[in-house]
């Protein structure tokens, strides 16, 4: 007896679960001759000593199959023997002299194979003789080649002590260099090249030299050659009041200037120099003090009073709109209780019809029921049917039309009752919100108590003191000749404040004159007007330093130039309180500095 033959997977269920072990075998299969295939050309190539095909090969079969540990093996030997290649290459271009590429191939061996240890040792040899010709270089004052080598050291090992002893020295020398760059800069009068030079020894190294100092000194004498002067002559006190004069001195106008910026208030001014002078005369100060009567309101409570209440004349509004509302909604639903009364009279009316016809056709048929058995008993011959028994005599079809018409009556009746019961639904909706009206309308109060103010007119006083400087200023340019155009201008200090009796009853409390002293109106007129001078002073400043920040600009095309950095330095001082960044960057990137706004005394 042969064994039953296994069912047929018919199913598509079955077929699936097929396909899915098919593709899974497909892939196993793929995966195992990748797999293979690297392993042989990583074989292959190692054998063949081509170091970096077999570990490409040895990769591509670890990707396939992580978890083969001969193919780690492999690998592992494979590195270590190329890192015995890379460090014969090493100790060669060692030999050669090329402590450089030496270092190179020696940091390649150890990513090869980090327990090198001979690697290892080579290397830290190579970087000690690298350091030695830092210090050597350092020695002949080659100070670019000198941080070239101990910066590749300390890529390699940043924790190598020689080579941060060496960035140290380096940056000493650096400093000790500029510094020595700066002082001749400084005795030969190209102070702003000076300036750069002491910043940035001092950038290179915090201390080493006295660059700090000297540059102070440097920013301080270019400072005095290019202040802004103000030569301020004693004021005409042509009022006789030496209290508000003395508020227009020389000492108030230097304190009313910033200090940041190089303006200089002085009594007399060399030959050459930039600025202005300044004549004051003080013409008049007059003091003046008004009274004037005026009146006030105070408001009070009075009492209280009955008013309508607001919240029920709302809701009356909101009823009266609920209420005609429901009586738009009564309307309409008697509209539909009409309409579907009439149908329901038209539909009795032809459902008799349709009856008194059914009854009608049902006599008819009955007779031709009869008709039909008389004539077949009065046959001739058995069992040939009369013509009186044709049966279209039952199904005449002469009630079609009246139960068409029956039907359709019907459909419509059906439809107009339910919009009936739509209107009687928001009918009684409508009555419900109706009553929910009326009951907040009946319990809100008619009326509501408010207090009742009342305004209570009272005197008052308003006491005026006005102090009034008329200055005259006359300003002229230093270098230029003109014609002196004096400029005369009121300055007001005003101070106003009411008085007035005490109204206990309606809760007025009594206020007294306050104004403040006459001395102190005068000293503030007078700040107003050393302040306005010190306004115009600035303008006449803002455009002169405005010239010498174009002349900068327009040099900036090759901003390392000595006249340029001169004339840019200058600049720079002129606008400390806001120094332009096209011109503050491109200098400090032409001569290396990390912090331009160190040129400032930032």
Not at 99 to 104: C, E, I
Not at 374 to 380: D, G, H, L, S
Request: glycine share 6%.
């Amino acid at each position: 007896m042969s064994p039953p033959k296994s069912p047929r997977p018919t199913s598509l269920g079955s077929r699936r679960a097929l396909g899915a072990l098919a593709l899974a075998s497909l892939l196993a299969l793929t995966a195992c001759s990748a797999f293979s295939r690297a392993v042989k050309e990583g074989d292959t190539a190692s054998q063949q000593q081509k170091w970096a095909e077999a570990e490409a090969a040895y990769l591509r079969a670890l990707a396939a199959d992580p978890e083969a540990s001969e193919v780690t093996v492999k690998l592992r030997e494979v590195r270590r023997a190329w890192s015995q290649v890379v460090l014969e290459e090493a100790r060669g271009v060692h030999d050669a002299g090329d402590l450089d590429g030496a270092m190179k191939r020696l940091v390649r061996a150890l990513e090869l194979d980090a327990d090198n240890t001979a690697a290892r040792e080579l290397l830290n040899v190579t970087l000690d003789e690298r350091v030695a010709k830092g210090f050597a270089a350092l020695k002949e004052e080659r100070l670019q080649d000198a941080r070239a080598e101990f910066d590749a050291v300390l890529s390699v090992s940043p924790e190598h002590a020689g080579a941060k002893k060496g960035v140290d020295a380096t940056q000493v020398a650096w400093a000790k260099r500029w510094f020595t760059t700066g002082d001749g800069l400084e005795k030969a009068g190209k102070l702003g090249n000076a300036l750069v030079a002491y910043v940035r020894a001092d950038q290179e190294r915090v201390g080493a030299t006295a660059a700090r100092e000297r540059a102070e000194a440097v920013r301080q004498k270019l400072r005095d050659e290019v202040a802004f002067l103000v030569v301020a002559t004693p004021v005409e006190d042509h009022a006789g009041a030496p209290d508000v004069a003395q508020r227009l001195t020389a000492g108030r106008l230097a304190a009313m200037l910033p200090t940041q910026l190089p303006l200089r208030v002085v009594t007399e001014a060399p030959a050459g120099r930039e600025g202005v002078k300044l004549d004051l005369s003080l013409e008049r100060v007059l003091p003046l003090k008004v009274v004037e009567d005026q009146q006030k309101t105070q408001r009070y409570l009075a009492g209280k009073t009955s008013v309508p209440n607001p919240r029920r004349a709302s809701f009356e509004t909101k009823l009266l709109q609920a209420e005609r509302t429901l009586e738009e909604v009564e309307r309409k639903q008697a509209a539909v209780l009409r309409e579907y009364l009439r149908l329901q009279a038209e539909l009795t009316t032809v459902r008799e019809g349709a009856e008194r016809c059914r009854d009608r056709e049902r006599r008819e048929c009955l007779e031709a029921l009869q008709e039909c058995g008389e004539a077949a008993r009065e046959a001739e011959k058995p069992g040939q049917v009369p013509g009186e028994c044709n049966p279209s005599r039952c199904a005449s079809g002469l009630c079609a039309k009246e139960e068409q018409l029956f039907a359709q009556k019907v459909v419509a009746v059906k439809e107009r009752e339910k919009l009936l019961e739509v209107a009687l639904e928001k009918s009684e909706a409508q009555r419900t919100e109706v009553q929910r009206h009326r009951d907040t309308v009946f319990r809100e109060p008619m009326t509501v108590e408010e207090p009742m103010y009342s305004d209570f007119i009272y005197d008052v006083q308003l006491h005026r003191l006005t102090v009034t400087a008329s200055v005259t200023a006359v300003m002229r340019d230093l270098l230029k000749e003109q014609v002196p155009a004096p400029l005369t201008e009121d300055y007001a200090s005003i101070h106003e404040d009411t008085s007035h009796k005490g109204y206990d009853r309606y809760g007025v409390l009594a206020d007294p004159v306050q104004l403040r002293n006459e001395l102190e109106l005068r000293v503030e007129v007078g700040d107003k007007a050393v302040a306005d001078m010190a306004r115009r002073v600035k303008e006449r400043f803002d455009t002169y330093r405005g010239k010498r920040v174009e002349d900068a600009r327009r040099g900036m095309v090759r901003p390392g130039a000595e006249d340029v950095v001169e004339t840019a330095v200058r600049a720079l001082l002129l606008t400390a309180d806001a120094p332009p960044a096209d011109v503050l960057q491109p200098l400090g990137q032409a001569r290396g500095l990390s912090h331009p706004e160190a040129l400032l005394g930032l």
